[in-house]
């Protein structure tokens, strides 16, 4: 059965840094792995999808790696900023692709300006 | 733009009620899902639906129904049954079964008053 985990569950910064996110799943065989971004009180906004024959994909200050073999993701922060505040969850489809989605806990960031 | 419209924002429902969450979306995609998040459980999946006319109980799909009569919409019923309604739903779709990622709508919170 697919888990899904995220380190650390909280964060806080001081704006300008870099940052990195984990998450890891105990399945290696998956589809793709999406990131999202969650203010409190609201949807989930999607910021990176990777497909499983994918290493990295990048949109402006981010950056999200996959390392299938070793069951892991990292998504990167740079230049963090105050606007960056959220939380933060990994996703991937179980076995099978029904088309579910695996969450991890989430990390929430705070970057203090 | 297209987009997951969930309605409404915010529903109260008393003791006994049946209340109905929408859920519309007109990104042509033929698979959408309910999710259920709680603080501290992260995000649970109640039902989804692959195709119009064909939906597959989730996780926690007990108190719960649902109808896909039209490939843009996926209203979510929560019964009298369902004993602690409290949440904030999520309604999701994706292309397929989610090769192509995930999109979210903006959610609704249902209070038990």
């Known amino acids: 059965k697919q888990e899904v985990t995220q380190i650390p569950a909280a964060l806080s910064v001081p704006e300008g840094e870099n940052l990195v996110l984990n998450c890891s799943f105990t399945?290696?065989?998956?589809?793709?792995l999406q990131w999202f971004r969650q203010d409190p009180g609201k949807g989930l906004t999607s910021l990176l999808l990777?497909?499983?024959?994918?290493r990295e994909q990048t949109s402006g200050r981010l950056n999200a790696s996959l390392d299938k073999s070793s069951g892991r993701s990292t998504l990167y922060i740079a230049a963090s900023q105050p606007g960056d505040s959220a939380t933060y969850l990994c996703?991937?489809?179980?076995?099978?692709?029904?088309?579910?989605?695996?969450f991890g806990q989430g990390t929430t960031l705070q970057v203090k300006p | 733009d297209g987009g997951i419209t969930q309605s409404p924002k915010y529903l109260f429902r008393k003791e006994g009620q049946n209340v109905t969450l929408s859920c519309e979306q007109n990104?042509?995609?033929?698979?959408m899902y309910w999710y259920r998040q709680d603080p501290g459980q992260g995000l649970r999946l109640i039902y989804y639906?692959?195709?119009?006319?064909?939906?597959q109980k989730g996780d926690i799909a007990e108190g719960y129904s649902v109808s896909r009569e039209k490939k843009e919409s996926f209203p979510l019923t929560v019964t009298s049954a369902q004993k602690n309604p409290t949440a904030f739903y999520l309604c999701?779709?994706?292309?397929?079964?989610?090769?192509?990622?995930?999109?979210f709508g903006s959610g609704t919170r249902l209070t038990v008053v």
């Open positions: 999701a779709s994706s292309i397929d079964r989610g090769n192509y990622g995930y999109t």
């Open positions: 399945d290696s065989a998956i589809y793709n």
């Open positions: 990777i497909q499983s024959s994918q």
């Open positions: 996703a991937v489809p179980p076995e099978g692709n029904t088309g579910k989605l695996i």
């Open positions: 990104l042509n995609h033929d698979a």
């Open positions: 639906s692959q195709i119009v006319n064909d939906f």
